[in-house]
């Protein structure tokens, strides 16, 4: 997986070529399930919060829709704000990969994939162009 | 009609009788609602979709089951309904980011799927994150068009009395054989 992230002075973090990522989820769709919704959260600690979540992806997949997906050179789909300082340096930010079931009736279960991708963060700021 | 020729039949006894009987299915009612708010936790453990916000998920007149758990953490990606502070009505919308403390204190920020921006206009002025006591309960199950009834009911009040004028009339003049 190549990364590639630019880290700037407001704490703003924007990842670029986010790598490939395929996944076949063909199996999870069956007669009760209306959609999948998919996202993609960084998790990790900081000094001013134990626990951080952050969305960075999401795709709503409807029944029907073709379940293999191939993902490649994606952008980050929101800021990666920390409420903090705390990106900076840290080497412990990991992905994952988890889905909310739509049924047509019924739970509505969230699960979450397993297995997952750590991310580490430079240490400096980098200084780049405002759009 | 054989029903009011019964009415007419029907003496004191019988009437108190039908009128406890009445009173009954109400109290019954209210003691099965009373009892879904102690079991899910929740102020509200069923609610009906608003708006569309959250499709194709949820359309409006959706009916969401919710449980509001003390010790169920709050996660990115969980649907929460939740009341902005001085609003009455509940909003059904997905967690996109959480920061919690070590003591449990956590701030979160939400979004509709179908909003392209997250929620932050839809909050107080000046407040950037929700909290725990904002939250009414977290969806759990749901059913879909059945909030239907409810809806059309405060859009159409005459149809909301009409509907508990046949009821009452119903349950009064039935007679048990």
Redesign the interface.
Known sequence: MHEREIMRKDNLVERSDLGFITFDITSIFDWNV??L?L?L?AEYSTK????????LW?K?M?RGDNPRLFLKDMKSK?FF?D?GNGLKGNRNVTLTL?W?V???????P?VTGSGHVSVPFPDTYETTKSY | MDLFGDLRRMNKRQLYYQVLNFAMIVSSALMIWKGLIVITGSESPIVVVLSGSMEPAFHRGDLLFLTNFHDDPIRAGEIVVFKVEGRDIPIVHRVIKIHEKENGNIKFLTKGDNNEVDDRGLYKEGQNWLEKKDVVGRARGFLPYVGMVTIIMNDYPKFKYALLAVMGAYVLLKRES
Not at chain 1, 49 to 55: C, F, K, R
Not at chain 1, 102 to 108: D, H, Q, S, T, Y
């Open positions: 209306k959609q919704f996202y959260s001013n919060n134990a626990l951080n979540q952050v969305v999401d709503i409807l929101y704000f409420d988890s909310n739509v049924p047509n009736a019924g739970i509505l969230l």
